[in-house]
């Protein structure tokens, strides 16, 4: 994992130098989450089937998380941070105690196969997109301290791409896009049967790969404008943003659109969040504008050592196989290994018969008498 930082002013040339390199997993990583209230607090899952959770400050690994048989697939936060959950290619949701690694809850998904999954705000529930049993795409709402059954499930279509979805907790709104597609379904969710009411689509001709989120606090509230999408084009090879604006005339603050939303201002260091703290985030009012408080500097801590320990096992050795391609090619490096190694040591007794003659005929010979 590399940690990067974006000069004042944005960027203006390449940047080829982290100012962090994190090294614990064993294969490649996949995912990377900051902490939604934390400072410093960053989660990774790789291809090794685990969460490592990196204390920047220190530059070290401080908890790891090994309850998944497979690869994770996504990873949510709810709104404090004190919950994590995991949907994983092994067909199972979790919920699971970040700090002690502990499973609360799991979901065996038999009839809906999660992909991804989202907390939905402070409302203890969630939401996964995925694939029913005859492959067509699909969203399920679950209870966060009940994985036993889904709230409901709803078909979305036939189409084979990913639904990503994306909600957000000032408006109770949830959007969805589809991997390969050109359109973005949003609906509004509420506490009540049916959950889930549809609202319109956004559509385009252009299909998209994937898509990034503006924070609150770049949004135009003048404008009335909700959430921005930074949708990624692979046919045309650029960016398009997509601004989801509430149709109002009226030129004052609109209250009930703009909330108190958190702000970048952690709640908690890592030391308390590592302890068992667990704050909500702080709130700010985007009436005036966003204004940033203070500057936080980000200090890269030295690091000399070359081994990663975390609860007892040093993550860099002693990497078992994951797979039957891997194992295979493990076996004949052994294997080869193993016939270079008697070869020198059927090199080293023949040398060591020769110096025990040269040795006893040095004894044996006239002079030494």
């Given amino acids: 994992v590399r940690i990067w930082e974006i000069p004042e002013g944005g960027l203006k040339r390449n940047m080829t130098e982290a100012v962090l390199e994190l090294y614990g997993h064993s294969r490649r990583v996949g995912l990377v989450e ?25 530059g070290e690994p401080v908890k790891m998380i090994d309850c998944h048989t497979d690869v994770i697939l996504c990873m949510s936060f ?48 969630l939401l996964t997109t995925g694939v029913s049993r005859w492959n067509t795409r699909q969203i399920a709402l679950w209870d966060q301290e009940d994985l036993s059954m889904p709230l409901i ?32 379904r949003y609906y509004e969710i509420g506490s009540e049967k049916p959950y889930l009411s549809y609202l319109m689509e956004f559509r385009s001709p252009a299909p ?76 700010v009012s985007l009436k005036e504008g966003y204004k940033r408080n203070s500057k936080i500097v980000f200090k890269a801590p030295v690091r000399e050592k070359k081994s990663v320990v975390v609860n007892g096992i040093d993550l860099l050795e002693n990497v078992p196989p994951r797979t039957e391609n891997e194992l295979l090619r493990m076996f004949f490096r052994q294997q080869d290994e193993i016939r270079r190694l008697k070869d020198e040591l059927s090199q080293k007794d023949i040398r060591i018969r020769q110096l025990q003659l040269e040795l006893k005929n040095f004894r044996n010979s006239p002079k030494n008498n």
């Fill in 34 to 58: 900051w902490h939604p209230t934390t400072n410093n607090i960053l989660f990774s899952a790789g291809y090794d089937y685990k969460v490592l959770i990196w204390n920047l400050d220190i």
């Fill in 208 to 283: 998209q790969k994937g898509l990034g989120v503006m924070p609150k606090h770049g949004l135009d509230v003048s404008a009335c404008e909700v959430f921005r999408f930074y949708k990624l084009i692979t046919l045309k090879g650029l960016i398009e943003p997509i601004s989801m604006i509430v149709p109002r005339r009226s030129e004052t603050y609109q209250e009930d659109i703009y909330p108190m939303t958190p702000g970048t201002e952690p709640a908690l260091t890592p030391d308390e969040w590592l302890s068992g703290v667990n704050r909500d985030p702080i709130l």
């Fill in 78 to 125: 709810n709104t404090d941070g004190s919950l994590l959950a995991t949907t994983c290619k092994d067909k199972k949701l979790r919920v699971v105690e970040p700090r002690s690694g502990r499973v609360l809850q799991e979901a065996s998904c038999k009839n809906h196969r999660v992909n991804r999954v989202v907390f939905l705000g402070s409302t203890k529930r």
């Fill in 153 to 184: 499930e709803e078909e979305i279509d036939g189409l084979s791409g990913l639904l990503f979805p994306f909600y957000d907790a000032d408006t109770h709104m949830l959007y969805l896009a589809g991997k390969g597609d050109g359109n973005i």
